[in-house]
C-alpha cells in the first residue's frame, strides 16, 4: 500500500487549497479513505472521510468549509480546503481504512503534507 499526499502550502486565513492523494498497491474503489490532520504539539485529528460509495462525512471543525471527493478511475483522493484559518494548520495526512469516520488502529497513513495558514 502506497499513498502519496501533495498540495499542500502556506497560505493567508481566508485562502484555499487543494490536497490530493495518490493511492496504490489495494483496490481502491472498494476501500474507504481518510483525511486526518496533526498540529504542532496536538494528537492525530480525523477530519473527514469517503466510503467506497462516495458518502461523505465530516468533523464539525472543517464542515462547510473542507470537500472531500474521490476519483477512482485515477485512484485518487481530494480535500478541498475553503476559507482557511490558522488553526487548521497542520499536518495532513491521507489514510485507506476500513471506515470512513474516525481513526482506528489498522489504518494505513501516507507521509503527510504540511499546511500552514498564517497572514
Known amino acids: 500500500v502506497q499513498l502519496v499526499e501533495s498540495g499542500g502550502g502556506l497560505v493567508q486565513p481566508g485562502s484555499s487549497l487543494r490536497l490530493s492523494c495518490a493511492a496504490s498497491?489495494?483496490?481502491?474503489?472498494?476501500?474507504?479513505m481518510l483525511w486526518a490532520r496533526q498540529a504542532p504539539g496536538k494528537g492525530l485529528e480525523w477530519v473527514s472521510g469517503?466510503?467506497?460509495?462516495?458518502?461523505?462525512y465530516y468533523a464539525d471543525s472543517v464542515k462547510g468549509r473542507f470537500t472531500i471527493s474521490r476519483n477512482n478511475a485515477e485512484n485518487t483522493v481530494y480535500l478541498e480546503m475553503n476559507n482557511l484559518k490558522p488553526e487548521d494548520t497542520a499536518v495532513y495526512y491521507c489514510?485507506?481504512?476500513?471506515?470512513?469516520?474516525?481513526?482506528?488502529?489498522?489504518?494505513?497513513w501516507g507521509q503527510g503534507t504540511q499546511v500552514t495558514v498564517s497572514s
Open positions: 489514510g485507506m481504512s476500513e471506515t470512513p469516520v474516525g481513526i482506528k488502529e489498522d489504518d494505513i
Open positions: 498497491g489495494f483496490t481502491f474503489s472498494s476501500s474507504s
Open positions: 469517503i466510503y467506497f460509495d462516495y458518502t461523505t
